[in-house]
């Protein structure tokens, strides 16, 4: 009798229902999506939220990112505080020079190190998230085969598609991450490569007084006698210790800072 009840359960007009989750209306009502359509949405999300594209856009990005961040500096130091101006004298004569920001980008030692780790980074990030997506996709597919081949049973399903679904949820989140914290790297490389030319800059101009230094980015002519970018790149480069003597330096500092062993 008990096997009579399963068969009646499972068999209708002598055939297994379907376990298609398009055509369960139990699993419909409790908000379990087909996975064939869970595996587009995880492909669209991962499209959606890849973290770098080709080198030559990235570093057109930081580029168009690095002169923003220059130029937003340099109108901060040169506007003038109320009392400043009432201080100090216009000088008698204005003297204008300017920078390629391209060519710092190209020619600094610090971009020129520092700009391949943020790729390295990027496509670590891409390369992680790419493999988790294709394991998911495989997962996927391979569910909705066991559900055409009647290998669970509603609950069963129901299971699987739950942790399907959390997968999808934590690859989401992982991309975010990654997302962010790649943003933070490429924040804190601006703001360090903004930081040394600003540096550089206030002595290099104690000697020449020019009264601006602007990038030529923002300009519609300029005279390529007053571009100083070739003496700003070999000032930039001879002041520059290099990422491997810095880790260096930072690690010997700690290393003194830290309190003596007790012995």
């Not at 085969?145 to 997968?167: F, G, I, M, R, S």
């Amino acid at each position: 009798m008990a096997l009579l009840l399963v068969k009646l359960l499972l068999k209708k007009n002598g055939e297994f229902s379907s376990t298609h989750i398009h055509d369960s209306q139990a699993m419909k009502d409790r908000g379990i999506h087909c996975v064939l359509d869970q595996d587009r949405e995880a492909r669209e999300q991962a499209e959606r939220l890849k973290l770098t594209k080709d080198k030559k856009t990235m570093k057109k990005t930081l580029f168009m990112a690095m002169a923003a961040v220059f130029a937003l500096a340099s109108c901060n130091n040169q506007a003038p505080k109320m009392d400043e101006k009432a201080q100090t004298a216009a000088p008698a004569e204005l003297k204008i020079a300017y920078v390629e920001m391209d060519s710092i980008q190209t020619q600094y030692k610090f971009c020129k190190e520092y700009e391949p780790v943020l790729e390295k980074n990027a496509e670590n990030s891409r390369k992680t998230l790419t493999q988790k997506q294709q394991s998911l996709q495989s997962a996927a597919m391979k569910f909705q085969q066991d559900l055409q081949n009647n290998k669970y049973t509603q609950q069963q399903a129901e299971q699987v598609n739950a942790n399907l679904q959390k997968q999808q949820a934590d690859l989401q989140s992982l991309a975010q991450r990654l997302d962010g914290e790649l943003a933070q790297k490429q924040q804190e490389y601006l703001m360090a490569v903004n930081d040394s030319i600003q540096h550089f800059l206030e002595k290099y101009n104690k000697d020449k007084k020019y009264s601006f230094i602007v990038t030529k980015a923002g300009l519609l002519y300029a005279d390529k006698a007053y571009d100083i970018t070739n003496e700003v790149v070999a000032g930039l480069n001879k002041a520059y210790k290099g990422l491997n003597k810095k880790a260096e330096t930072k690690k010997a500092d700690e290393k003194k800072d830290a309190p003596a062993a007790k012995k």
